[in-house]
């Protein structure tokens, strides 16, 4: 059978300030996801959050890009900001960027990362959310499950894996996309998906095949907004096992509290860290940022879960490196690398400051050119 699994997103409102969304906005979302199913608009569904970011798991038969299914989302996201209102959550609305709906969600806000496939006899897939940072934060581990054998070891000991996979990378800037064959480009994809605030990894395919077996949600809230309206705080959907990356070989890239932009302002870097979904809720300097990762085995569309993946002690140690890092990276105060480079500063001050003195900066003359 043929399914859709669809996760779409936004923050529409937080309690309080950036940190967690109020339980009656996530009642209101689970009552419109219940009653979706009720009328068949959706196979099954799981409510979740990451932070202040609410995210509607569903299953369907309507493939990516649905009309019905983007149309839901987003009246969802319209009646629980309607709470939001009414208990006067910080930034209501924040993410709907548009009045009206009109076709699809692309452009208008909300996140979404989606994928159809043929459900095997097993499916389990696992469905992780962030908050506090971008959809280039995913470059990483992706890279780590489907193309390093230091990470997955069925790359080198599953014969089903060892030829590779490919890997749909897209410029958000140019808008362009190009897929790259791993092993064989590694070299070639990694100049680009090490750089992660442009080039982001949209889809993994198995070779010989256009079946996604992966997919993030690729928004990027400044670019459509013109100006900084909140992190976009990604989202991504990754199969596992029978000549897929293991279950754990999906989760070990997280026990490294790598990098990423996000943070304070959207305009910090910090450590990326893996929690249970007790813990995601971004506090210290609105974070560090953070990522929840929802298991599901999937059985004729029905999300059976979800498994709370990363409420384990075995990344306790991710978790308090990750807690040394934030405090190495905070005694940078207002010094980059902690403060983003002023190019992806979205809070910026800086044209501002630019006009207010532009007066007073004057040319060097003579020997003060010395360099
Ligand atoms: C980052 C984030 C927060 C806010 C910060 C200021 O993605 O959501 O760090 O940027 O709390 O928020 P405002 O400008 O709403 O006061
Ligand atoms: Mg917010
Ligand atoms: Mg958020």
């Known amino acids: 059978m043929k399914v859709t699994l669809s996760i779409i997103k936004a923050d529409v409102g937080g309690y309080v300030g950036h940190s967690d969304v109020h339980p009656a906005m996530l009642s209101r979302a ?22 202040d970011d ?27 900001t309607e709470i939001a ?85 897209h410029d958000l800037i140019e808008e362009k996309k190009i897929i790259f064959s791993c092993p064989e480009e590694l070299y070639d994809m990694l100049v680009f998906i090490g750089a992660p605030s442009r080039y982001v990894i949209k889809h993994v395919f198995r070779k010989g095949s256009d079946e996604p077996v992966a997919v993030t949600s690729t928004q990027r809230l400044f670019l459509m907004a013109g100006r900084y309206v909140g992190k976009d705080d990604p989202v991504m959907a990754v199969r596992c096992q029978s000549g897929l990356p293991a279950v754990g070989e999906v989760l070990e890239p997280f026990a490294f509290p790598y990098t990423v932009a996000g943070w304070m302002r959207g305009s910090h870097h910090g450590p990326f860290m893996p929690v249970g979904t007790d813990w995601d ?8 940022p953070r990522v929840v990762a929802l298991g599901f085995q999937l059985k004729d569309g029905k999300l059976v879960g979800p498994r709370d993946m990363f409420a384990d002690p075995s990344y306790d140690n991710a978790r308090r490196r990750a807690l040394e890092i934030a405090d190495y990276y905070r005694q940078h105060g207002p010094f980059e690398p902690h403060r983003l480079p002023l190019d992806e500063m979205e809070y910026t001050t800086m044209p501002a400051v630019v006009e207010k003195l532009k007066d007073r900066f004057v040319p060097l003359v003579g020997a003060e050119r010395d360099h």
């Open 85 to 169: 209102k009414e208990l006067g959550q910080y930034g209501a609305g924040q993410d709907l960027l548009t009045d009206a709906f009109s076709g699809n969600l692309r452009g208008m806000g909300p996140g979404f990362a989606e994928m159809e496939f043929e459900e095997r006899k097993s499916e389990p897939v696992i469905c992780f959310l962030a908050d506090k940072t971008e959809p280039g934060s995913w470059n990483f581990p992706l890279y780590k499950m489907f193309a390093d054998p230091f990470n997955t070891a069925g790359l080198v000991i599953d014969p089903s894996m060892h030829d590779g996979f490919r890997f749909e990378v």
């Open 281 to 288: 809720t971004p506090t210290r300097f609105d974070g560090p």
């Open 54 to 80: 609410i995210a509607l798991i569903m299953t369907h038969d309507k493939g990516p890009d649905s009309e019905e299914i983007h149309r839901f989302a987003w009246e969802t996201f319209e009646a629980v």
């Open 30 to 51: 689970r009552e419109a996801l219940a009653e979706a199913k009720e009328k068949g608009i959706i196979i099954d569904y799981c409510q979740a959050k990451c932070g």
